[in-house]
């Protein structure tokens, strides 16, 4: 970790610094995310357990997958699954995963590369590593997001965005200590590839041990700090933040986060962290399994539907 950097960050285009008189970003709640399995049995730490959704809107969950390393043949993926109502964005930092769908849909994920996949009216869906890194082993690391759609949207036509590690917006902070990657939204007037219903913002940036970052952030927007590893500070407090916790933030114009100087040395590099933010849809969620709706009768349609087929079926050569 991480994929996708540049050996010299002072040829990138740099953030503004924030005007005097910007709002530091308080912060509302730390939590941790505690581990768990999913799909055939691959480790995940559940980013957003225990937070109140109102809070994460319009988020729905965040796992990071790994960081493992695999011994032979002990990589896992997930079995055919279904989808309606929401979109789910897979970021691979490490390694490599393949994904088909019952549309025929599919490709590869890796080092740096993002998959997005608008579930909208439902779609049956399989990710799984590769043959050859299952029979190696090695190194698997990413996330998946889960973002929700507005009522308008919950039934729009799937589709795919695959964004390769080249497509991703590349800042940093005026120092250079920090390096961002903006792959979705917009972050001091840098845009990243990924088009969303919702308006958000995603980013993944790397700070050097005792670098400081501010990011310009929309005041409509809510905010997410997440740690994927290392040891810093968030928010007006500056508020300890380590591996494996998020932090919401209240309000503000800006989101503030510093790695501390001496990190543990598995994380020599400095803080690597997640920041997130989006409009509210502020609509009511029924949320059961893999479907995200409105109302308990479209879950039960939902479920009536894959039970039905009409989600699709499982191809016989995925």
Known sequence: MPAVTVPDL???PALAAPPPDARVRPVVSRTQAPHGLEGEGFPVKRAFAGVDLRLLDP??????MGEVDYAPGEPKGTPWHPHRGFETVTYII???????????????????ATQWMTAGSGILHIEAPPEDLVTSGGLFHG???????????????????????GDVALVRSPDGGALVRVIAGEVGGHRGPGT???????????????ARLDLPWRTDFNALVYVMGGAGTV?????????GQLAVLGDGDTVTVGADLRQESRYAAGLEVVVLGGAPIREPIAWAGPFVMNTRAELVEA????????LGQP????
């Open 10 to 12: 002072t040829v990138l």
């Open 196 to 210: 969303t219903h919702t308006p958000i913002t995603m980013l993944h940036a790397t700070l050097a041990p005792g």
């Open 303 to 310: 479920f009536e539907d894959y039970q039905a087929g009409r």
């Open 235 to 243: 928010g007006a407090q500056g508020s300890p933040l380590t591996t």
């Open 59 to 64: 988020f729905i969950m965040m796992d990071e």
């Open 315 to 318: 191809l016989p050569h995925a």
């Open 143 to 165: 996330l998946q997001l889960w973002v929700n759609l507005p009522r308008r949207d919950k039934l729009a036509a799937p589709r795919y965005q695959d964004l390769g590690p």
């Open 94 to 112: 490490d390694g490599t995963f393949v994904h088909a769908d019952s549309y025929g849909g599919g490709g590869t994920i890796t080092n740096g």
